[in-house]
C-alpha cells in the first residue's frame, strides 16, 4: 500500500493548512464499488454512495463511499438544526448563517496528491428549498422530510475508475499535528483490514443479495394524476406561454407504492436497469434517496464551475435500425433544439451571476447521450468563479436546475406551484458533496426514488412548450417511468 503524503510533506502542509487529508491506495482491478459499500456499510445508520461508473470519460472516473461522522444539518424552510450524535447541537432561525457551515474551508486549499473531493459534506437539497434563495412560496412538505440535508465525512473511500486505485481517505479535525499522522496511518492501516475481509467475502461468496419479498406489482404504483388531468395541464401551461408569462415549463406527475424491502437492494435493480454517470445512494435516519441520474447541476473544482444541462427526450429501441432513427429525429427536431437552446442560455445566465465577465463559454453543444431506456441531448457550460462566492451564493444562482423549471425560473416555479399537487421534495432538487477544500458536485435528482415511512414515490416530468402536444408530453414522462418502475416491480 502506498501512503500520501510522506511525514515530512504533512507536517510542512500543517503550517499553512488547517485540515490536512492522508491517504492509503492499492490498484484493485475490476472493482464493483456497491459490493464493496454493501459489505462494509450495510449496517451504518447514515452512510452514501455516490456513483460515477457508468457514461462518458468526462463524468464517469470516480465512485465515492462511506458514513457520516456525528453531525447532520437540516434545513426545514427558515429554520436549520445541527445534529450532533442526534442530539441538537445548534438552532439557526439566520439561513445564511447556518450554510456558512457548509461552505469551503478558506485555510483549506487544493492538495496536489488529491485533485478531487477528500471530505466534507455530502447530502441533498430539495426542490422546494428554492424558497430559501427567492422570494417565492412552494408547498411545504406533507411528509416531514427536511428541505435540505447533509452529513459531514471526515473518512471516504474513492475508487478511481480509470487509475483502478482504491483509496481510503482521513481528514482530521482542525488544528492538526505531527502526532495525527501516525494515527491516521494506524486507522488506514485498520481500516484496509476489513476492506481485505470484505473484498476476500465478495471474492469468494458473490454479492449479497437480498430476497425482496414484496416487491410490488407494477399495477400497485399508482400516479397522482391520470392521463386527462395532466393533459389539461399541459394546455394551462401552453395558455401561460401563449400570454407571454413564460417561455417553457417542466411539469412533472408523481407515482407512489407501498415499500418494505431492502432499499439497497432497490439501488442495486434501479443501477442494473438504468445505469447512469450520476447515480447514488444516501441513508439518512427515516429515509433512503435512490437515483440513477443522468444530469448534473454543477460541478466547482477550485475556481472554476461547470453545468451540464439535459433537454431534449426520446425512448429507445431494441431494434437498431429504430433506435438510430429516434435519435437522428431527436438531434434534427426544431422543437427539441429550440428548447434546448433556451435552457442552454438560462444556465449561462446563471453562471454569469458567478463568474468573471466573459468567462463563461459552452464548451460542449448539444450531442446525444444514450441511456437504457432513453436517449437525451447534452450542452456542458463553464465558467470561472468570481472571488469569493460561497455555498449560499452559488446555490441561489443556480439552484434549482431550470432543465426542471422552465423559463424564466422564478415564473415557471410559481405556475409549478399551481398545477403540480403536491411537492416535489428531493425530485428535481440536486444531491452530491461539497468539500472542506473547494470541490463540489450536486447532481439534478432525476430518475430518483425516495424511500420513506413505509412508501417509495419518484416523480417524472416533461418540459412544455409553445408547440407541445400534449399527448405525446405524457407519454414522456412514462417513458422516464419505465426504469423506476421496472426495478420497483422487477425480480432481478
Known amino acids: 500500500m502506498d501512503f500520501l503524503p510522506d511525514k515530512k510533506k504533512f507536517i510542512h502542509l500543517t503550517t499553512s493548512l488547517s485540515r490536512v487529508p492522508v491517504c492509503g491506495e492499492e490498484c484493485i482491478s475490476s472493482l464493483d464499488p456497491f459490493l464493496l459499500y454493501q459489505e462494509l456499510f450495510k449496517n451504518s445508520k447514515r452512510s452514501f454512495l455516490l456513483e460515477s461508473g457508468k457514461g462518458p470519460p468526462e463524468t464517469a472516473r470516480f465512485s465515492i463511499f462511506g458514513e457520516s461522522n456525528s453531525k447532520q444539518l437540516n434545513f426545514y424552510r427558515k429554520k436549520a438544526i445541527l445534529y450532533e450524535n442526534g442530539t441538537l447541537k445548534n438552532e439557526f432561525n439566520n439561513i445564511e448563517e447556518a450554510f456558512r457551515i457548509l461552505d469551503f474551508d478558506k485555510n483549506t486549499q487544493h492538495i496536489d496528491y488529491l485533485p478531487h473531493f477528500w471530505g466534507g459534506w455530502v447530502g441533498f437539497v430539495g426542490y422546494e428549498a428554492g424558497a430559501l434563495f427567492e422570494n417565492i412560496n412552494l408547498q411545504t412538505s406533507s411528509n416531514g422530510l427536511p428541505d435540505i440535508s447533509f452529513m459531514e465525512v471526515e473518512q471516504l473511500f474513492l475508487y478511481d475508475h480509470q487509475s483502478h486505485k482504491l483509496k481510503f481517505i482521513i481528514s482530521g479535525e482542525n488544528k492538526i499535528k505531527e502526532s495525527d499522522y501516525v494515527a491516521f496511518i494506524g486507522e488506514i492501516k485498520r481500516v484496509w483490514k476489513n476492506v481485505q475481509l470484505a473484498l476476500e467475502k465478495i471474492n469468494s461468496e458473490g454479492p449479497l443479495k437480498t430476497i425482496s419479498k414484496n416487491n410490488p406489482p407494477p399495477t400497485s404504483i399508482k400516479s397522482n394524476l391520470n392521463k386527462n388531468d395532466y393533459m389539461q395541464k399541459v394546455e394551462k401551461a401552453k395558455t401561460y406561454i401563449r400570454e407571454g ?248
Open 245 to 492: 408569462d413564460i417561455y417553457q415549463a417542466n411539469l412533472s406527475q408523481k407515482f407512489d407504492t407501498p415499500f418494505d424491502a431492502d432499499p439497497l437492494e432497490l439501488y442495486r435493480k434501479l443501477r442494473k436497469v438504468n445505469p447512469s454517470p450520476f447515480s447514488g445512494f444516501l441513508k439518512f435516519d427515516k429515509f433512503v434517496l435512490v437515483s440513477s441520474s443522468p444530469e448534473r447541476l454543477i460541478k466547482v473544482s477550485g475556481d472554476t464551475i461547470e453545468s451540464r444541462p439535459i433537454a431534449g427526450t426520446r425512448p429507445r429501441s431494441k431494434v437498431a435500425s429504430e433506435d438510430k432513427a429516434l435519435s437522428k429525429e431527436l438531434l434534427l427536431n426544431d422543437k427539441e433544439r429550440a428548447e434546448h437552446l433556451m435552457l442552454v442560455d438560462l444556465e449561462r445566465n446563471d453562471l454569469g451571476r458567478l463568474c468573471k465577465t466573459g468567462s463563461v463559454v459552452v464548451t460542449d453543444f448539444m450531442f446525444l447521450e444514450k441511456y437504457s431506456h432513453v436517449s437525451h441531448i447534452v450542452s456542458n457550460i463553464s465558467g470561472s468563479l468570481l472571488p469569493n462566492q460561497n455555498i449560499f451564493d452559488i446555490l441561489k444562482a443556480t439552484f434549482p436546475g431550470g432543465t426542471i423549471t422552465g423559463c424564466p425560473k422564478i415564473r415557471c416555479m410559481e405556475i409549478i406551484n399551481e398545477l403540480e399537487p403536491v411537492e416535489r421534495g428531493p425530485y428535481s432538487g440536486s444531491f452530491g458533496y461539497i468539500g472542506y477544500a473547494p470541490y463540489m458536485d450536486l447532481n439534478i435528482i432525476i430518475r430518483s426514488i425516495i424511500i420513506s415511512n413505509g412508501n417509495a414515490s419518484f416523480h417524472v416530468g416533461a418540459g412544455i412548450v409553445a408547440d407541445s402536444i400534449p399527448e405525446k408530453e405524457y407519454q414522456e414522462t412514462l417513458d422516464k417511468a419505465a426504469a423506476m418502475v421496472e426495478a420497483l416491480s422487477a425480480e432481478q
